[in-house]
């Protein structure tokens, strides 16, 4: 059947005017999040820049987490959450989070920064708050997804050295049952439909102790969600990205991604750059690691994500 002009025009409008009433800033969790409904700490956050017109804020003690929206001018139904890093202990939201919605604006993708609950500030089962969140950012998109103007097969993760850990512990553990539901978006997937993982940690190394107890919270986390496959499941399609140059995360973790996702069959794209050391994201970056959204663009496009 022949769609009309008008016809498409309507809907396109009817897309945007849908997209706009998307809240700018969506707190994950109806009442107190799983495992911090005892904690009184309040949400603290430092600033690092001396230069009044670049923002460089860190992001600690961290009760409420939420989703903040960066929505493009022309979206295209494809929603990604951004988990920015800070090696979990703390969350740098501004060197990884608008630079990299921007671009993902310009794609037509809407962008929800994902400002996540750390686990070594007092919550109960620290390990898995991150997690937690990140599960529960997939499943509010989703729940909202027709009321939004989103399309709930294209919700993506993007993630960032901590943060890509935590994106590849979604890769890996979507369907780990690590909380009670809360409402009708707890029963929907949490399993992202495409992930990006750039210089993300794979998780602990060495002998795996007999017991994680007396441990900090950040090294049960490390064990608990160590990056292996399972035999026969197949994950999400995922696209990493990694200096060879790297100080702060071994290349060998991009390669333990790569192979536990190969293992089972899970199509996926590696990028190792000679040079481009930690952190570059977008904004930092310099020198051919620069074409690395590029690169990642094309490969949204040739997974069907970006039509």
Not at 11 to 16: G, I, M, N, P, V
Not at 206 to 212: D, E, I, N, Q
Not at 217 to 227: F, N, V
Request: proline share 8%; aromatic share 8%.
């Amino acid at each position: 059947m022949k769609v009309s002009a008008p016809l498409l025009l309507s809907l396109a409008l009817l897309s945007r005017s849908i997209a706009a009433e998307i809240p700018g800033l969506i707190p994950l969790w109806p009442g107190a999040a799983p495992g911090s409904e005892k904690l009184t700490i309040a949400e603290k956050v430092t600033e690092r820049s001396t230069d009044p017109a670049k923002h460089d804020r860190i992001y600690t003690q961290i009760v409420t987490p939420s989703l903040l929206v960066h929505r493009p001018e022309h979206p295209n139904g494809v929603a990604v959450i951004v988990a920015p890093g800070g090696g979990y202990l703390r969350i740098v939201i501004d060197k990884e989070g608008p630079d990299t919605s921007a671009w993902l604006n310009r794609l037509g993708v809407t962008a929800f920064v994902l400002k996540y609950r750390l686990p070594g500030e007092g919550h109960a089962h620290g390990e898995d708050v991150a997690l937690q969140d990140a599960q529960r950012a997939v499943r509010v998109i989703r729940a909202h997804a027709a009321e939004w103007g989103l399309d709930p097969a294209r919700v993506g993760f993007i993630g960032y050295s901590a943060g890509g850990h935590l994106a590849a512990s979604l890769e890996f553990f979507s369907d780990k049952s690590i909380y009670a539901p809360v409402d009708d978006a707890d029963q929907l997937s949490a399993r992202p439909d495409f992930s990006v993982l750039g210089y993300a940690l794979a998780g602990a190394k060495g002998t795996r102790p007999a017991s994680l107890d007396g441990l900090s919270a950040q090294q049960r986390l490390m064990w608990k969600y160590k990056i292996e496959a399972t035999p026969g499941v197949k994950y999400p399609p995922a696209f990493i990205l990694q200096a060879d140059d790297d100080p702060t995360v071994n290349p060998q973790d991009a390669a333990t991604i790569y192979l536990a996702l190969k293992q089972n069959g899970t199509p996926a794209e590696m990028h190792v750059f000679r040079h481009g050391g930690h952190g570059f994201g977008i904004r930092d970056a310099k020198g051919p690691v620069t074409l690395w959204p590029e690169l990642c663009a094309d490969w949204m496009k040739e997974i069907g994500v970006l039509h």
